[in-house]
């Protein structure tokens, strides 16, 4: 993400601006997360009946590595609302969820690098430069 000329980098593995993942892999791997992300989504565990563990861990250090990201830029940028930096980063997170589901369930409708930018644009701006409150505008 950059912000006034200055970087502020992504940790490694999360979603890199346009939607790109630094961390690496082979096909076959990208493939069995798919697949895995698809059954949890649906609510199906394995053939054992559990999810697996590897996925667990592999959220918890995106959810951990996401919060941390959006801390440093909020820091570099004076904002210090604890709840709205949480929230944020828990939006963030969900917004790639999301749009990664829908990606994966329907790539050709689904851009998944200009729709994530889109989103995390505007959680990451509602922070740094929060508008009218919703309620404000007519309907």
Wanted: aromatic share 4%.
């Amino acid at each position: 993400m950059s912000r006034a000329g200055r970087e502020v980098s992504c940790p490694e593995g999360s979603l890199a601006p346009g939607g790109k993942s630094r961390r690496g892999g082979s096909p076959s791997h990208h493939g069995e997360l798919r697949r895995e992300q698809i059954l949890l989504a649906r609510g199906r565990p394995d053939q054992q009946g559990e999810l697996p563990s590897h996925f667990e861990e592999r959220y918890t250090t995106l959810r951990r590595e996401v919060s941390e990201a959006f801390q440093v830029l909020c820091a570099a940028e004076g904002v210090t609302d604890v709840d709205s930096i949480t929230a944020a980063s828990a939006s963030i997170l969900a917004v790639m969820d999301g749009l990664q589901l829908q990606w994966l369930l329907h790539p050709e409708i689904v851009d998944l690098g200009e729709a994530s930018e889109f989103a995390i644009t505007a959680i990451v701006n509602g922070v740094l430069h929060p508008g009218a409150p919703l309620e404000s505008y007519r309907h």
